[in-house]
T-cell receptor, first 116, second 118 residues
Framework: AQKVTQAQTEISVVEKEDVTLDCVYETRDTTYYLFWYKQPPSGELVFLIRRNSFDEQNEISGRYSWNFQKSTSSFNFTITASQVVDSAVYFCALSVQQAAGNKLTFGGGTRVLVKP | DGGITQSPKYLFRKEGQNVTLSCEQNLNHDAMYWYRQDPGQGLRLIYYSQIVNDFQKGDIAEGYSVSREKKESFPLTVTSAQKNPTAFYLC????????WGAGANVLTFGAGSRLTVL
């Protein structure tokens, strides 16, 4: 069985501060994908990134960066110089390569509140 | 623009009533999904459909039913058998059910439907 843990339920920062969201996953599969989705107040989940289990390179996209470490089963997400528009709930998710296909296991989410 | 449309956005139901949530996509995606979101619990899979006229139970299917008569549509019925139906329901789709190519397992979500049982 797969499991995704986001230990931080809520993080509050002041605008321009950096914020790091933790994600720890559990799976016995060797082939899997990890995802981050953003859920703004409007409710719709927005895809941010997908990383496969064979690619441990960190990635930077604008103010967003991701740190994937298989040794610690973690896929952490950092927002640099946060802005009020970054206020949302962020979900980490895991999908394994099995016959059942693209079933995602989600973490509980981390609510980020960026204050002006 | 392509996307997923869910309706209604808000729905109130009396106990004992069945309600149907609509989900329509114009992305030409083969696979569609229904998730339930409760505060602090992330998203849980209710049902999923790989292709038209086929669907499978997810992790919490009891008290729910679905149909997939058209590729574009995947309605969810919350029946009176669902003991605690008050929640936020999200519909999603992906390019394909199997396959790990670019975008194959990236889900596109609708804006959700919030159901409240009175």
């Amino acid at each position: 069985a797969q499991k995704v843990t986001q230990a931080q339920t809520e993080i509050s920062v002041v605008e321009k501060e950096d914020v790091t969201l933790d994600c720890v996953y559990e799976t016995r599969d060797t082939t899997y994908y990890l995802f981050w989705y953003k859920q703004p107040p409007s409710g719709e989940l927005v895809f941010l990134i997908r990383r496969n289990s064979f690619d441990e390179q960190n990635e930077i996209s604008g103010r967003y960066s991701w740190n994937f470490q298989k040794s610690t089963s973690s896929f952490n997400f950092t927002i640099t110089a946060s802005q009020v528009v970054d206020s949302a709930v962020y979900f980490c998710a895991l999908s394994v390569q099995q016959a059942a296909g693209n079933k995602l296991t989600f973490g509980g989410g981390t609510r980020v509140l960026v204050k002006p | 623009d392509g996307g997923i449309t869910q309706s209604p956005k808000y729905l109130f139901r009396k106990e004992g009533q069945n309600v149907t949530l609509s989900c329509e996509q114009n992305l030409n995606h083969d696979a569609m999904y229904w998730y339930r979101q409760d505060p602090g619990q992330g998203l849980r899979l209710i049902y999923y459909s790989q292709i038209v006229n086929d669907f499978q139970k997810g992790d919490i299917a009891e008290g729910y039913s679905v149909s997939r008569e058209k590729k574009e549509s995947f309605p969810l019925t919350v029946t009176s058998a669902q003991k605690n139906p008050t929640a936020f329901y999200l519909c999603a789709s992906s390019l394909s059910w199997t396959g790990w190519g670019a975008g194959a397992n990236v889900l596109t979500f609708g804006a959700g439907s919030r159901l409240t049982v009175l």
